[in-house]
């Protein structure tokens, strides 16, 4: 059973340019968290998924930031016009439900 | 809202030795979880224990042990026997247990750990 698979390992972005980062869940996981860490911080909570539904964006910023977890695929967590400000390493976990799931190896997006 | 703390953003330890990485934490529930994550330099997020706030016994697993006490609102991580192997960032992270089906954590800001041979 394969983990948490998050790719690409590392992006790299121009100012203005949209970043899409993917995380394929551990097989028979259905929910999905994204978490930011921006350099030498620890991990802030950004978004939960289940299938087809956003259950909780409380940490997401408001403009340029959108997630999704479709039916079928992995979650994508897309930021269109990156900014500097948006260089970190983006991280997913997958659960099953009443779990805080499984860590994948996380994205570095990198904004040049 | 929750807040996690740990004061000491690095540690170093003599290899064989025992250390201790400190947290605390902040929160008006009383029914929540507390972890510990160890971050390589792969990135990759492991989970090193855990520990249930309902449970007064402290966690266990190997040569990591936690000394929880839940009125000071503090739950540091014991390493005994530390091996090179133990070097990376420690978070200690919480999540509510008030809120089945939403299992968000709150970190830490982390805590370099270094081990001397």
């Known amino acids: 059973n394969a983990g948490v698979m998050q790719n690409p390992r590392h992006l790299v972005r121009r100012r203005g340019q949209e970043a899409r980062l993917r995380c394929s869940p551990m097989?028979?996981?259905?929910?999905v968290y994204w978490y930011r860490q921006l350099p030498e911080e620890g991990l802030k909570f950004m978004v939960y998924l289940q299938k087809e539904n956003i259950i909780d964006e409380s940490g997401m910023p408001k403009e340029r930031f959108s997630a999704e977890f479709p039916k079928e695929g992995p979650s994508i967590l897309r930021i269109q016009q990156v900014v500097r400000g948006d260089s970190a390493a983006y991280f997913c976990?997958?659960?099953?439900?009443?779990?805080?799931?499984?860590f994948g190896s996380g994205t570095r997006l990198t904004v040049v | 809202a929750q807040t996690v703390t740990q004061s000491q953003p690095e540690m170093s330890v003599q290899e064989a030795e025992t250390v201790t990485l400190s947290c605390t934490y902040d929160?008006?529930?009383?029914?929540?979880?507390l972890f510990w994550y160890k971050q390589p330099p792969s990135r990759q997020m492991i989970l090193v224990i855990r520990q249930e706030a309902y449970k007064q016994q402290n966690a266990t697993e190997n040569r990591f042990s936690v000394n929880f006490q839940k009125a000071a609102k503090s739950f540091s991580l014991k390493i005994s026997d530390s091996q090179l192997g133990d070097a990376a960032m420690y978070f200690c992270a919480y999540r509510s247990g008030s809120n089945f089906g939403n299992e968000k954590l709150t970190f830490g800001t982390g805590t370099r750990l270094t081990i001397i041979p």
């Open positions: 929160t008006s529930e009383s029914d929540y979880y």
């Open positions: 976990a997958s659960s099953p439900l009443g779990d805080v799931g499984t």
């Open positions: 097989k028979g996981h259905s929910h």
